[in-house]
């Protein structure tokens, strides 16, 4: 019998909820990776740790519009439905024994997904249209799904801000569709997902763009650009680890190799992030010693202006759970992964808020702290 989709065995652990001024929740693509951060937000949620502000890219984006989309009390039972839904061509749970088989399952999940699309997600084109268009498949259905389960009058509205990474196809340049700056609709959405040659480009205002992860798999570059002095306790959930084993064959190459291209940009951007930071401070701190006259100066009050104090607490989740899935872990969408991503999320946020250093995370500082507290 099938089973619904994740539901959390226990409950998540007190915490109180963030001393920072806003909350900002940061989501990386990924695919079917992406049942991780769902589980993620049902517990940050469940803590207390609710964003004001969603950036995602890909699959990232999907999560984020369910989220913002949605009042609090419907948001969880959202991205439920939508796992549900995209897990449903394989929704049988295989039984523990038969966990041998698992990698083989799993892997006749992805070739189903392959072959026949995923509901409410993708569908294949008929042959003749891919060999004449721009992609394999029709993503049609994953405009009727966001019709039917984001409410974007209620994401447009400013509750919460979404902001979704594309790539323009004809500059390759990286662009964020924000629903402070347009509207945003189905279209913005789909447009992050649209991984080449699986997705086809979307259109919007007159250009066609693609999957944002193609320049940047990360957001937290765009926050920080948008908000430099921003006082935020940011919630980063990967779905790529950076670290891993080295592959003993061909597949596990494959799957390393987009672990380490996916999650590239995230150490980048973190590391930029720090040195950022370093910076401003010490020119803040130089700033102090100027005399009067030289205060003045209009390179040193542009500086100034550019060195803005800031208060950051990164919080970085990463998913280093292995669902046997191997190199097509991304498209993989068995309800039996599916289930054990969205309660792996769950399990590391509950983690993370239980560990002594959640407290500091949570608090006043001026600067930036870095925490990742599920090693």
Known sequence: MARTAPSPSVAAPAAAPPDHAHTVLVLQG?????????????????????????????????????????????????????????????????????????????????????????????RPQLPISAWAGLSVYDTEPLRATLLELVDFELLNSGKVRLSVGA????????????????????????????????????????????DGGIVSNSPLWYVLDEAPGIDALILQVDLFSAQGKVPSNLDEVQERSKDI?????????????????????AFRRLFDKLPAPLRDDPDARFLASASERSEISLVQLINRHDTQSSSFKDYEFSRATVNELWHAGMADVHRTVAHPEWCRATEHHEGLREFDLTR
């Open 30 to 122: 990924g695919g079917a990776l992406g049942a991780y951060q769902a589980g993620a937000f049902e517990a940050f949620a469940g803590a207390g740790a609710t964003p004001d502000w969603v950036a995602g890219v890909s699959i990232g984006a999907i999560n984020g519009a369910l989220i913002a989309g949605n009042p609090p009390e419907r948001r969880v039972a959202r991205l439920r439905e939508f796992w549900n839904r995209v897990s449903a061509m394989v929704p049988v749970v295989a039984p523990e024994l038969l966990a041998p088989a698992r990698p083989w399952m799993n892997r006749m999940s992805a070739a189903s997904a392959a072959v026949f699309g995923i509901p409410g997600f993708f």
């Open 167 to 210: 790539v323009n196809v004809r500059s390759g340049n990286s662009c964020y569709f924000d629903s402070t700056q347009m509207r945003l609709e189905p279209e913005h959405v789909m447009a992050s997902g649209a991984l080449p040659p699986g997705f086809p480009p979307v259109q919007i205002g007159g250009e066609l763009f693609w």
């Open 261 to 281: 291209q996916y999650s590239s940009k995230t150490r980048f951007n973190s590391s930029q992030l720090r040195e950022r930071m370093e910076l401003k401070a």
